[in-house]
């Protein structure tokens, strides 16, 4: 990945199926079986019925392209952005009311995944044995990156400048904030988030 991220993000009509379903299928491998909301209630989820929390090609791609947006934001050093970017997301999807519980938490995960991956935090490495041929996220494992590499990158005054216009579009066209978190959110990536380890997607 390059060290300096674009100043406009790609947009979402760009990510190619291939590529969508990539993104999907490490976010899958990330998401816990157990999630607890602020409120202390807990969500399980059945790691078995992969195909019944997946969500549409269409609104993986909005959730990404929420992630690239929100991954800017963190470059940038623009904190409350970047949260009200990711709360944004998160309430557009809760008050659609067309996803479970378990659903909304691989919304939180899909977008924490793309941040994650377009900063640095975390990075892909091929798995030396096992895993199906021809599934090519199954064949790769999600680890922590080196401090180095969560270090590389920069964003220019221009970048954030952009960036910040980007994100206050996506907020304003949104619904309000104001109000409680939505069910199954979580706080978005920042500099002292670290993933734990995951086993293969199944």
């Not at 959730?63 to 997301?89: K, Y």
């Not at 994650?116 to 199906?132: H, N, Q, S, Y």
């Not at 494992?141 to 590389?152: D, G, H, I």
Request: net charge positive; charged share 25%.
């Amino acid at each position: 990945m390059s060290a300096t991220l674009a100043a406009v993000p790609v947009s979402a009509q760009e990510l190619s199926e291939k590529a969508t379903r990539t993104f999907m299928e490490y976010a899958w491998t990330l998401t816990p079986e157990r999630f607890t909301k602020p409120n202390g209630e807990t969500i399980l989820i059945d790691k078995t019925k992969r195909d019944e929390i997946l969500i549409p090609l269409d609104v993986a791609r909005e959730v990404i392209r929420a992630g690239r947006l929100s991954a800017h934001a963190q470059v940038c050093g623009l904190a409350q952005e970047q949260g009200d970017n990711h709360s944004s997301l998160m309430r557009r999807q809760s008050q659609s009311k067309k996803w479970t519980p378990q659903q909304m938490v691989y919304i939180n995960q899909l977008h924490l995944t793309v941040v994650m991956l377009l900063t640095g935090r975390i990075k892909l490495v091929e798995k030396p044995e096992g895993g199906e041929k021809g599934k090519e996220a199954a064949a790769k494992e999600v680890v922590v990156a080196e401090e180095a590499q969560k270090a590389a990158q920069t964003c220019s005054a221009e970048q954030k400048a952009k960036v910040k216009e980007l994100i206050a579009a996506y907020v304003k066209t949104g619904p309000d904030l104001a109000s409680s978190s939505p069910a199954g959110a979580a706080p978005p990536a920042t500099a002292a988030t670290q993933p734990a380890a995951a086993p293969a997607a199944k």
